[in-house]
C-alpha cells in the first residue's frame, strides 16, 4: 500500500514531526514508522484510527482512496489547504453560473467525482431546492449555516455559507473573490484574483507538466542530476517521497528539461502547480541549488544500493 506510506509520510512532514515524534503519539517505536513509510508493513486498524484523528483526515484520505498520494506542504495543515481548494470549486461554479446559468451549476457539482467538498455540494442543491420551495438565497442562508455549525471544518463550511448565497444573489465576481480572500486569510489572499496564477491552474495536467518543466529560472543545467533521467517510475517516487520538499524544488531548478518533465509527472495535479510556482519565486542561489541536488543524488544512491534510508 504505496500511497499509505507515502501519505504517513507526507502528513508527517506536514506536522513537523520526526518518525520518533509520531512514534510516541501512536504508541509504537520509530522503527514501525519507518517500516510503514517505505511500505514493508502497514499498521493495524487500532493506529490507522490514531493517525487519521491526529492528522484530522478520515481514514480514506489516509489511505489514499480517491486522492492523489502526495499531501500539499505549501499549506500550513489539511484544513488550510481543503479551504482554499473550496475556494477554487467556487469560482468554477462562479465562472460557470455566469456563462451558463444556475441550473448548470447544479448538474456540474452533482456530476463531479467524489472528492469535491461535500458541503460544498449540500449547499447548491439546497439552495436550488429552496427555490422550488419560495425560499431565497437569503433565507437558505440561515438554515445553512446552522448546518455549517456541524461540520468539522466549521469555517470552510461558513466561507461556502456566505459566498455561495451570494453567488446566487447575483454578486459578481469581484466581490466573490474579494469574500474568498477574506476567509483565506492574509497568508492566502493573493492566491485569489492571480489572474495568470489561475489560469495555471485551469491548465491540463500535460499543458502544466511541459509549462513548469520549460520555464526559465535563471539557473543552468548543472548536469548533477543527468544520471536520474533514467530512472523509472517507482525509484523517482522514492525519492520524492524522501526528499524535502525545498529541497525538491532546488533541485528542479538547476535539472534539465527532460529531468523536470519526469519528475514533475510523478507529482499530483495540484503538486505540479505549487512546485511550478514555488520555482518560480526563487531567487538564484547557485549553491543551494548544488546542495540540494547533492541531497537528491544521496537518496538516489541509497536506493540504488539497496539500503533502505529514511
Known amino acids: 500500500m504505496r500511497d499509505l506510506g507515502s501519505n504517513i509520510y507526507s502528513y508527517r512532514k506536514i506536522n513537523n514531526l520526526s518518525q520518533e515524534d509520531l512514534a510516541v503519539i501512536v504508541g509504537v517505536n520509530a522503527g514501525a514508522v519507518s517500516k510503514w513509510e517505505r511500505g514493508i508493513s502497514v499498521p493495524d486498524i487500532d493506529i490507522l484510527i490514531r493517525l487519521a484523528d491526529y492528522f484530522e483526515i478520515s481514514l480514506d484520505k489516509l489511505l489514499g482512496r480517491g486522492q492523489s498520494s502526495w499531501v500539499d506542504n505549501y499549506f500550513n ?9 473550496s475556494a477554487l ?25 467524489a472528492d469535491v467538498n461535500p458541503f460544498l455540494k449540500f449547499a447548491v442543491n439546497y439552495i436550488m431546492q429552496g427555490f422550488n420551495k419560495q425560499m431565497s438565497p437569503a433565507e437558505s ?13 466549521c ?9 455561495i448565497v451570494r453567488m446566487f444573489s447575483g454578486e459578481n465576481e469581484t466581490i466573490v473573490k474579494e469574500w474568498l480572500r ?12 492571480d489572474d ?3 489560469l495555471r491552474w485551469k491548465m491540463s495536467r500535460e499543458d502544466a507538466i511541459e509549462y513548469y518543466s520549460k520555464i526559465n529560472t535563471g539557473f543552468e543545467d548543472t548536469g548533477i542530476l543527468d544520471e536520474l533521467e533514467s530512472c523509472d517510475n517507482v525509484c523517482i517516487q522514492q525519492i520524492i517521497r524522501l ?5 525538491f524544488v532546488n533541485a528542479m531548478l538547476g535539472a534539465s528539461i527532460k529531468t523536470r518533465y519526469k519528475y514533475l509527472n510523478n507529482l499530483s495535479d495540484r503538486m505540479i502547480i505549487l512546485v511550478g510556482e514555488d520555482m518560480l519565486k526563487c531567487t538564484y542561489d547557485a549553491k543551494r541549488v548544488a546542495m540540494a541536488q547533492e541531497k537528491v543524488m544521496q537518496i538516489w544512491r541509497t536506493i540504488s544500493s539497496g539500503v533502505k534510508d529514511c
Request: glycine content about 4%; proline content about 0%.
Open 89 to 113: 470549486e467556487i469560482l468554477e461554479c462562479c465562472s460557470l453560473a455566469r456563462k451558463e446559468g444556475l441550473l448548470a451549476v447544479q448538474e456540474n457539482i452533482n456530476n463531479k467525482a
Open 243 to 247: 526528499v524535502d520538499n525545498d529541497d
Open 182 to 193: 477574506a476567509f483565506l486569510g492574509r497568508k492566502y489572499a493573493h492566491l485569489i484574483g
Open 141 to 153: 442562508k440561515e438554515y445553512l449555516l446552522m448546518y455549517a455549525e456541524n461540520e468539522t471544518d
Open 196 to 198: 495568470e496564477l489561475e
Open 77 to 85: 495543515n489539511q484544513k488550510d489547504a481543503d479551504r482554499y481548494y
Open 155 to 163: 469555517s470552510t463550511a461558513k466561507m461556502i455559507c456566505e459566498v
